[in-house]
């Protein structure tokens, strides 16, 4: 079984819908991330955290949230779906200190 | 602020000849770096990772990467492709508090029989 699941993988949805992508790992890892992936722009930072009480935003967190169940769990929120975050978006997982980010499959989101 | 750029957006090499991928960053002490590979329709995968010591890494599927730091590159090398090692590579760097990583746009490379 993956260590990182990502749930749905495939996604539709319309303008102004809310939506949630889901992430839970298997690693025992306390610190989550969520990235958007978007062609020609690389991966950019959306919100991470760093144990179940400790959230941060990113890069881009315009227009998202987040929430931290458990450990093992962190969920990506889109209020109010736009297309423009119409893109891949990735969880991670990883351990202090420094080491290796681990992704899981991807989101591929659509909003029409 | 911390910077990756990879200059290359597209490579294209046959297959069996040598490959290498261009990183460089920015960064204000010193950084740890990584490679990933995506293959399509694939999450990423770490190829290697340099946090300190020789300069010189190995990782997976035979890539290796250098570190210089008077050159701020951290090129990624690998002495024959194989027609499987078509993807898209990032490189990334990180930050030594935080962990954040800063990717870059990724080379997207393609490998012709």
């Known amino acids: 079984d993956a260590d990182v699941t990502q749930t749905p993988r495939n996604r539709i949805t319309k303008t102004g819908k809310r939506i949630m992508l889901e992430c839970s790992q298997t690693?025992?890892?306390?610190?989550m991330y969520w990235y958007r992936q978007d062609p020609g722009l690389g991966l950019q930072l959306i919100y991470y955290?760093?144990?179940?009480?400790?959230?941060n935003k990113g890069e881009i967190s315009d227009g998202y949230s987040v929430s931290r169940q458990a450990q093992a769990k962190f969920s990506l929120s889109l209020e109010s779906a736009i297309p423009n975050q119409t893109a891949l978006y990735f969880c991670?997982?990883?351990?202090?200190?420094?080491?290796?980010?681990?992704f899981g499959p991807g989101t591929r989101l659509l909003v029409l | 602020a911390q910077s990756v750029t990879q200059p290359d957006i597209h490579i294209t090499v046959s297959e069996g000849a040598s490959l290498e991928l261009r990183c460089n960053y920015s960064?204000?002490?010193?950084?740890?770096l990584f490679w990933y590979v995506q293959s399509p329709g694939q999450g990423l995968q770490l190829l290697l990772k340099?946090?300190?010591?020789?300069?010189l890494v190995q990782g997976i599927k035979g890539f290796e990467a250098e570190f210089k730091r008077s050159q701020s590159s951290f090129n990624l090398r690998k002495p024959s492709v194989h027609w499987s090692d078509a993807a898209e590579y990032f490189c990334?760097?990180?930050?030594?508090?935080?962990?954040?990583?800063?990717f870059g746009t990724g080379t997207r490379l393609q490998v012709f029989p």
């Open positions: 990334a760097v990180g930050a030594a508090i935080t962990d954040k990583l800063i």
């Open positions: 340099y946090f300190s010591g020789d300069t």
């Open positions: 960064y204000g002490a010193t950084p740890y």
């Open positions: 955290s760093f144990d179940v009480k400790d959230i």
């Open positions: 690693k025992g890892h306390d610190r």
């Open positions: 991670a997982t990883s351990d202090p200190p420094q080491e290796t980010q681990y």
